[in-house]
């Protein structure tokens, strides 16, 4: 189930998830398999460096405190699962699916989730830099209280994508497509690239002053005096 509500400018909010999990079994297996099935279980303070689950399917899943440095995980899908306090460099997530999924307080560098689909995802605190979301296609997804350092959006779709007091530092959003994207709840707003593609978002009077140097040098306009 998720919430759908519309804000008062005719912004579309997105949906975010509302997770219950049920109860669930501890893992005690080894590592992770390609193409493993995984359902109703909690992992907790596993080491997954440098596994390889690709096409796993993680459902009504609960992964805490687990380490996924270089852990590959391309095409795997994580479904109706909270990821807490992960953390890792050079997690491989390509063209995976996350739909309904909490991901918080999350550290993580250079996670690689081009080509991803993303539906009815939170992710609230952590620090994550360098994300890879190249052609990614987000919908319903809400950044909430996160520091994102040089996220790259290139190629992507966001379609009722919301970023709420968090920090955005460095963001590419070249070709990208905006539909219905709230950035006036950001902390901090940095556009290195694509800043012509945001048409489609919705941004804030102090934000729109932050980013006239951009839009001037975009437009090619020269500011003297």
Do not use: W
Not at 66 to 79: E, I, M, T, Y
Request: net charge negative; with cysteine; hydrophobic share 45%.
């Amino acid at each position: 189930m998720a919430r759908r509500a519309v804000g008062g400018t005719g912004v579309k909010r997105a949906r975010r998830p509302e997770l219950r999990l049920p109860a669930l079994e501890r893992y005690e297996g080894g590592g992770l398999e390609p193409d493993g099935d995984y359902d109703g279980l909690e992992f907790r303070d596993a080491d997954f460096t440098g596994q390889d689950g690709a096409g796993a399917r993680f459902m009504d899943c609960a992964l805490t405190g687990c380490a996924l440095d270089g852990a590959r995980l391309p095409r795997a899908r994580v479904l109706d699962s909270v990821l807490a306090g992960v953390r890792g460099v050079g997690t491989e997530l390509a063209e995976a699916t996350l739909r309904d999924v909490e991901l918080t307080d999350a550290r993580l560098g250079g996670t690689q989730l081009h080509g991803a689909a993303l539906e009815r995802v939170l992710v609230r605190g952590g620090k994550i830099d360098f994300l890879n979301l190249r052609s990614a296609r987000l919908k319903d997804v809400v950044f909430e209280g996160c520091v994102l350092v040089e996220p790259d959006f290139g190629g992507a779709r966001l379609e009722r994508v919301e970023f709420v007091d968090c920090a955005l530092k460095g963001v590419d959003l070249t070709g990208a497509t905006l539909t219905d994207v709230d950035l006036r709840g950001a902390a901090s707003l940095e556009i290195a690239r694509g800043v012509d593609r945001l048409s489609g978002a919705v941004i804030s009077a102090a934000q729109l002053l932050d980013l006239a140097p951009v839009l001037a040098g975009e437009l090619g306009i020269r500011v003297e005096g």
